[in-house]
Antibody, heavy 118, light 107 residues
Framework: QVLLQESGPGLVKPSETLSLTCTVSGGSISPYYWSWMRQPPGKGLEWIGYIFHSGRTNYNPSLKSRVSISVDTYNNQFSLKMNSVTAADTAVYHC????????????WGQGTLVTVSS | EIVLTQSPASLSVSPGERATLSCRATQSVTSHLAWYQHKPGQAPRLLIYGASTRATGIPGRFSGSESGTEFTLTISSLQSEDFAVYFCQQYYNWPLTFGGGTKVEIK
């Protein structure tokens, strides 16, 4: 059974960089796609972007200028960095696997709350 | 960007009753639509993909259907473990997008 677990600071200051890692256990990073999503309080989910095991990425145009996703196949992890954060970036961040570019997500991580506040 | 609108936002249903949830897309996504169940503090769970195919291990009381750009998730006889938030997702076009969710509550 493949499990995903998000980790990282729960509190980030405005204008700083949010950094999260998703650790994959019970399976390999290859040959899958790996995405990040977020859900602000009281709002719907937003897809942030994906990385393929080879390192190819694709980002939501709404966040593309501030986001980067990287992969560490050796440690079976992939990571999200989002710079210049504001209170609007406060959300539960989820990671998930998909089998092709545009695809459904299965499985997901349970998510981690990141609050942007001074 | 394809916008998915779910209705109703919340639904009160008695155990054993049927629940019908809707997801409408602003343009065709053909059958590239998935449904998920999400309980607080847990990972979202894939229920349906391809608009009507149940994911592995999903009970038969969950079914999906489509009519043009309107998609429906039906839970035929609600069990106590089914009370949760349900959301849809299209994977026809970039960026991938989600509906706002429907909360199914105990009546």
């Amino acid at each position: 059974q493949v499990l995903l677990q998000e980790s990282g600071p729960g509190l980030v200051k405005p204008s700083e960089t949010l950094s999260l890692t998703c650790t994959v256990s019970g399976g390999s990073i290859s040959p899958y796609y790996w995405s990040w999503m977020r859900q602000p309080p009281g709002k719907g989910l937003e897809w942030i972007g994906y990385i393929f095991h080879s390192g190819r990425t694709n980002y939501n145009p709404s966040l593309k200028s501030r986001v980067s996703i990287s992969v560490d196949t050796y440690n079976n992890q992939f990571s999200l960095k989002m710079n210049s954060v504001t209170a609007a970036d406060t959300a539960v961040y989820h990671c998930a696997r998909h089998s092709s570019g545009p695809d459904k997500f299965d499985p997901w991580g349970q998510g981690t709350l990141v609050t942007v506040s001074s | 960007e394809i916008v998915l609108t779910q209705s109703p936002a919340s639904l009160s249903v008695s155990p054993g009753e049927r629940a019908t949830l809707s997801c409408r897309a602003t343009q065709s996504v053909t059958s590239h639509l998935a449904w998920y169940q999400h309980k607080p503090g847990q990972a979202p769970r894939l229920l349906i993909y391809g608009a009507s195919t149940r994911a592995t291990g999903i009970p038969g009381r969950f079914s999906g259907s489509e009519s043009g750009t309107e998609f429906t998730l039906t839970i035929s006889s609600l069990q106590s473990e089914d009370f949760a938030v349900y959301f849809c997702q299209q994977y026809y076009n970039w960026p991938l997008t989600f509906g706002g969710g429907t909360k199914v509550e105990i009546k």
